[in-house]
């Protein structure tokens, strides 16, 4: 290890780094366009030493995109000839195989120069609301998923490269939205280079260099040391994910394999690419194994380089993980989302303590609306959701989040103001989450409807959707059930979540999201607590004598010495059941 | 003016959460009288009462003589973190009971999924439905079903609320639904207090309307009952002046507008800070003024523009995890621009996972505190630190009053810190010291940046027991020369008390075009705010004077979130469009370096703030004088140096004896009874008129 830096400076220059990320972080925030990033916060801002190597991410960063982002930048680092960048070079690309794993993802990616001298990079990846192309899950190939920027420069030695953003606006239904959140992530990445520079001259330091030797040597020890407390041996599971329904379901595999102070997770056995759009590229494969692994072994520490080094990924090619170009991969968060699941499912055993059961925010649901208004003018909006979460070994599930991904909801007021739509209503699914000794969280219920009458607007409103567990619900763990499946209908009819919806006016379109699987035994609940369900009716009552094994009298009050009775003869039940099988 | 002229008192009291402080001023001579008393958290206005009681035993006949009482308190917040609020009730549209609970379902912490969120304050059981409906553009979908809302309302009765909520979507463009709920409730339930989201804040975004006009009702009942009980028990001995009480915003309103929007006094205490620093900023002149209070637990600071604190439309409380931005209650109030951080004498030292030092934001408190307060503290903290340094003196610490164990400070900090990291003592403590200064220039850069000043040019204005200790370090840390120490820094937030206006911030959501606006109905609605404004300050008769400032939030078309324009005097029919546009621009490059004069704007709220002119100032100024003043050098103590590596012999200066044109070069320490102020080698200090110290870092920079 280094000795240029003591403990103490080499803290201040640790927390300097990420403070100077979380500034271009507010940057973005506060000059965006599309709600998706202000409102929803999706996007991701980091920078890397001058080999690439990621040194400090955004406190609310993206898990998918900065984790993708983390090999990603690496990669395209490698292939510069550092001799031919120079100063105010700005490159952009929205490459799925190369960063965040569909078009919609853009990233900008900037050389850091001080005193002349390549010290780092800086990048961030925004989504953008719209990327052109055919916007549904269910197109062949990424030739109709939109525009694909393959790594150009938007700024040459400071100078901006008009066509890109022509082609750019010429392919894309909001123009002005796009460009101006470029603008936002050329502002980002600028916030970020100044104040490295001021950081290096400050400390008179001429490179990067050993400082980012250090933090990620001091990183990647901390992990690794928090793996070995793990005995070594290998841990299986696999998840089941939904297809159409004339087409068979997908099968994740996981093989992970603890071996002293490393894990190799290894996915051979997962299912082949398929022809929709919900093939996810390596990079984006690793973001979610990154995201488990991190959650569960040193939430605390930041992330940079280190924290991945000692976790290997085998995602056969071709495989559904790590698909091939030209695969159609815009919905990739449908597949992808569930590689978090399959590694807490696969070491729940070993850790129980440190999972969650599975999610109904996995995957996150995206709505795409667009149309043209009363009088003709295009709109377009995209909202993201979750659903329940699934439970710990110690707490309930949160009511709708988006997990393993993270973002917010649009409100509803700005929805309705900003769109024709009109929201009947946004509320929980009572006995949605799945019951537990800690209960799943709950799903939620959006009711969109188009307006008709004099309102009616010009034409349809189409709508694309990028969701899942309509078929299969969020599993529980350790005894804990089954979280309720989410639900798609039009006019009280199920709709098909693959393709491209066409609405027409007066058309009601409900959405539920799936709730969060239960942990632990739903006998061994406490009463009280059933009891707070049924008073805020998260549970009804014929689910908390069916699933919680509670009696209730004829006032629908818990009777405490029934329920106790109830439980246990239940649980007699539940055993001889176990000893029979 | 009014009889009560001739009455030239004014007492500011703000009750915090160890002490009670009062500041008395004699306005005729401008002199400032401190006195503090343990505060009583059951029912705060004992130890106002009792504070008051003993003032006037040196005092004799003060409480009659007071013309106005200002009065700041943390009641409002204490209720909410601690959950001892109203059992309240909310009413809200079909379709829509959750959205308290829903909220806006981000995860603050990505990587950590056990975190905890807050549980709204109020449970689902208690939020029910009617059956209406008001589109975005203000139109009516569905009227309110009457019968319906009666049920609703009884419902709530029976279930035994203590006060009621009401808020229906889209309520911000039309509140006739909303205004047919206040009669009926008023009708079935006379006296019950309520809270009606049009009345609270009428802006758009339904979960944070929601979450505000609950908070408030939440906090109303026990607002209102200790603000009746501290205004008749004020009476009982004898005060005959006005009571008037500090709002977030950094105005001060009557205690009947306090009492009807309690969730505007939220961070009533902490705002006295920034207004003094506002009054000091128009005082000296200074263009950017970075106020910091350094205290026990946390540091708050401050950016100030021209004499003027940001004043921000939303604000958390009540954070499950500490410092967590993301893990409070959201409401949407105005509130001061304040930055709290986990840093303060008390933040707590320790070795981190990464064999690195880690300092606060976990704090020692009062209990056990530091090591050297000698109570069972085994931690070391920044107060262990700076004693260890010799920035503070172990036999004069808070004016004598109590004695600090240096040796236990050593310890702690040798058996902790330097031994697990194999340094040395001196090089820990200085660590410790150097650490927790990084972790303040680190928010404060963020912060100044957010508002679009420059770190390089502000002066830092430096308050609080542990500020002056900091204030150099902090500012060499962000560039900053020049430092300021008034007068009574330990307490020195109290003057802010006496130069707060009289104010009330009104809102209003208007969401359209620029290029469709229509100026005159937008001057309409500034009146109609202006009106409600005046209501609100609630204005004596033949006061006059008052003046209305108004602001717009507009943004680019599409874009996602507003830039606040203030607006100058005079009908917006004069200024146009173009002239909006302008000003939009102006200041948009200066918050985010350019901006794009082509891309179409649009207005999202309209904001007015009506004041009352702020009473002026006289502060006791004395004549600069030649003369030196040796009493003042008490003597010189070993303290260490950072420019020479070593403990060198720094002067120590009473600041009781300081006068005007007294000035002096660092190393140097200056002692007074709640402070002390750390001056660095080469920097150079000087008394003004008013007793300020000016601390000048540019050579020390300039190395």
């Known amino acids: 290890m280094s000795e240029r830096f003591d403990p103490i400076t080499l803290e201040i220059l640790w927390r300097r780094l990420i403070s100077i990320v979380d500034e271009a972080d507010v940057t973005v925030a506060r000059t965006a366009f599309s709600s998706l990033l202000r409102d929803a916060h999706d996007y991701t801002c980091m920078f890397t030493d001058r080999q690439g190597r990621e040194l400090a991410q955004g406190t609310l960063a993206t898990p998918g995109q900065s984790g993708a982002m983390a090999l990603g930048i690496k990669s395209i680092v490698e292939k510069f000839v550092t001799s031919e960048l120079q100063p105010g070079d700005v490159f952009i690309t929205n490459d799925p195989w190369a960063l965040a794993g569909h078009l919609n993802d853009v990233c900008v990616l900037s050389p850091i120069f001080h005193h002349e001298q390549l010290v780092g990079f800086t990048a961030c990846v925004f989504h953008h609301s719209d990327i052109g192309g055919r916007v549904a899950s269910d197109n062949r190939d990424v030739f109709e998923e939109g525009l694909f920027i393959p790594l150009v420069k938007l700024y040459a030695g400071g100078k901006l490269n008009e066509e890109v953003l022509d082609m750019i606006r010429w392919n894309v239904r909001t123009p002005d939205e796009i460009v101006g959140d470029i603008r936002s992530q050329t502002a980002a990445n600028h916030v970020c280079a100044i104040q490295v520079c001021k950081l290096l001259s400050d400390y008179k330091l001429d490179s990067l260099d050993d400082l980012a030797d250090e933090i990620i040597e001091r990183t990647e020890a901390s992990m690794r040391a928090s793996i070995t407390e793990l005995a070594d041996g290998i841990y299986t599971s696999s998840v089941e994910i939904e297809q159409r329904p004339e087409e068979p379901n997908l099968t994740i595999a996981a093989s992970i394999e603890v071996s002293g102070d490393e894990i190799t997770v290894d996915l051979s056995g997962s299912s082949a690419e398929v022809r929709w759009g919900g093939n996810v590229v390596y990079n984006f494969t690793y973001a979610y194994v990154f995201m488990a692994l991190k959650s569960m072994f040193d939430p605390e520490v930041p992330n940079n380089h280190g924290s991945a080094a000692p976790i290997r990924l085998i995602a056969p090619e071709g495989s559904v993980v790590n698909c091939h170009f030209p695969a159609a991969v815009a919905a990739r968060m449908q597949i992808g989302h569930f590689l978090t699941e399959v590694v807490y499912r696969a070491l729940s055993p070993a850790l129980p303590d440190r999972v969650l059961a599975a999610s109904g925010g996995t995957p996150a649901t995206m709505n795409v609306f667009y149309g043209k208004d009363h009088v003709g003018v295009p709109w377009h909006t995209v909202i993201i959701r979750g659903g329940g979460m699934g439970a710990s070994q110690g707490e309930d599930g949160g009511h709708c989040f988006i997990f393993p991904a993270n973002g917010a909801n649009t409100p509803v007021e700005i929805l309705e103001s900003e769109t024709p739509l009109h929201i009947e209503c946004r509320q929980l699914l009572p006995d949605s989450g799945g019951a537990g000794k800690q209960r799943g969280g709950l799903g939620r219920r959006v009711v969109f409807r188009v307006p008709e009458g004099e309102s009616a607007l010009s034409g349809p409103v189409n709508m694309g959707l990028q969701s899942g567990r309509f078929q299969l619900p969020p599993e529980g763990l350790n005894g804990g059930c089954s979280g309720g499946l989410a639900h798609f209908s039009v006019n009280n009819e199920a709709g098909d979540p693959y393709g491209l919806t066409q609405l027409q006016p007066g058309d009601v379109v409900t959405m539920d999201a799936a709730g969060g699987g239960g942990f632990g035994n739903p006998l061994d609940r406490e009463l009280e607590l059933v009891a707070a369900d049924l008073e805020r009716g998260y549970i009804s009552s014929t689910r908390a004598s069916e699933d919680y094994g509670v009696v209730l009298d004829s006032e629908g009050i818990i009777d405490a010495a029934g329920s106790i009775s109830e439980r246990r003869s239940r649980r007699k039940a539940q055993k001889a059941k176990r000893r029979g099988a | ?703």
């Open chain 2, 1 to 703: 003016m009014s009889e009560r002229g001739a009455l030239k008192q004014r007492l500011g009291v703000d009750v915090g959460g160890t002490f009670t402080d009062f500041v008395l001023l004699d306005e005729e001579t401008g002199e400032l009288t401190i006195h503090k008393c343990l505060t009583t958290p059951s029912n705060p206005s004992d130890a106002v009462v009792k504070g008051m009681e003993q003032i006037d035993i040196e005092e004799p006949g003060f409480v009659s003589k007071l013309d106005e009482l200002i009065h700041g308190t943390t009641l409002v917040i204490n209720a909410i973190i601690e959950r001892k609020g109203a059992r309240t009730g909310l009413i809200t549209t079909k379709g829509f009971r959750d959205i308290l609970e829903l909220g806006r379902e981000i995860r603050y912490a990505p990587f950590d999924i056990m975190a905890e969120f807050p549980l709204p304050l109020v449970p689902r059981e208690l939020r029910v439905e009617v059956d209406e409906r008001v589109t975005a553009d203000g139109s009516i979908l569905t009227p309110l079903e009457t019968e319906q809302a009666r049920q609703a309302i009884n419902g709530l009765l029976d279930r035994q609320v203590d006060s009621i909520a009401v808020c229906l979507l889209n309520s911000y463009a039309n509140p006739v639904h909303e205004q047919e709920l206040k009669s009926l409730i008023t009708e079935i339930a006379p006296g019950i207090p309520f809270s009606i989201s049009y009345d609270v804040l009428p802006q758009i975004r339904e979960f944070e309307r929601t979450s505000t006009t609950v908070t408030n009702a939440y906090v109303k009942p026990l607002t209102e009952e200790y603000l009746t009980c501290l205004s008749s028990r004020l009476e009982e001995i004898g005060f005959s002046g006005r009571l008037f009480i500090m709002l977030s915003s950094g105005g001060i309103t009557s205690v009947e507008t306090a009492a009807e929007h309690p969730v505007r006094i939220i961070e009533s205490g902490p705002t006295a800070a920034v207004i003094a620093g506002q009054y000091y900023g128009r005082l000296f002149d200074i263009s950017e003024m970075f106020c910091f209070d350094m205290g026990g637990t946390t540091a708050k600071s401050c950016l100030i523009q021209d004499g003027v604190a940001g004043v921000v439309p939303t604000f958390e409380v009540g954070r499950v995890q500490r410092f967590m931005r993301g893990s409070g209650l959201k409401i949407q109030v105005p509130v001061v621009d304040l930055m709290e951080i986990g840093a303060g004498g008390g933040s707590i030292a320790r070795i981190g996972r990464m064999g690195t030092l880690q300092v606060g934001p976990e704090s020692a408190g009062a209990e056990p505190g530091p090591c050297c307060y000698g109570q069972g503290g085994s931690q070391p903290t920044v107060t262990d630190a700076d004693l260890v340094l010799g920035y503070l003196d172990a036999d004069h610490f808070l004016g004598g009053t109590m004695q600090l164990d240096i040796e236990a400070a050593r310890l702690g900090i040798e058996e902790c810190i330097a031994v697990p990291l194999g340094i040395s003592l001196v090089q820990a403590a200085w660590g410790i010291h150097d650490m927790i200064n990084e972790t303040m220039a680190a928010a404060a850069k963020t912060h100044i940046a957010e508002k679009g000043g420059d770190p390089v040019t502000v002066t830092l204005a430096a308050f609080g027991g542990a500020g002056p200790v900091h204030a150099a370090g902090l500012a060499q840390k962000i560039g900053a020369s020049r430092v300021v120490i008034p007068p009574h820094a330990g307490v020195g937030s109290a003057l802010g008390f006496f130069t707060a206006p009289r104010a009330f911030d009104t809102a209003r959501s208007h969401k359209v075009a620029l290029s469709e606006i229509d100026l005159k109905r937008v001057d309409g609605i500034f009146e109609q705010l202006g009106k409600e404004g005046e209501i609100a300050l609630g204005l004596d008769a033949g006061e006059e004077g008052v003046t209305h400032s108004r602001s717009l939030d507009a943004r680019f078309i599409g874009q996602g979130s507003e830039t606040n324009v203030p607006l100058p005097s005079g009908d917006l029919a004069t200024i146009g469009t173009e002239g909006i546009r302008n000003l939009f621009d102006v200041i948009y490059e200066r918050l985010y370096g350019r901006t794009y004069p082509d891309t179409p704007l649009e207005l999202v709220n309209l904001r007015l703030r009506s004041s009352l002119p702020v009473k002026l100032l006289d502060l006791p100024s004395s004549e600069i004088s030649v003369e030196t003043h040796p009493q003042a050098l008490k003597g010189e103590r070993l303290a260490f140096s950072e420019h020479s590596e070593d403990f060198i012999p720094h002067q120590v200066w009473d600041r009781h004896h300081l006068t005007p044109g007294d000035s002096f070069h660092g190393p140097a320490i200056v002692e007074e009874s709640e402070s002390t102020l750390i001056v660095p080698s080469g920097a150079m200090v000087e008394v003004d008129e008013y007793g300020f110290l000016w601390c000048d870092l540019t050579e020390v920079m300039g190395e």
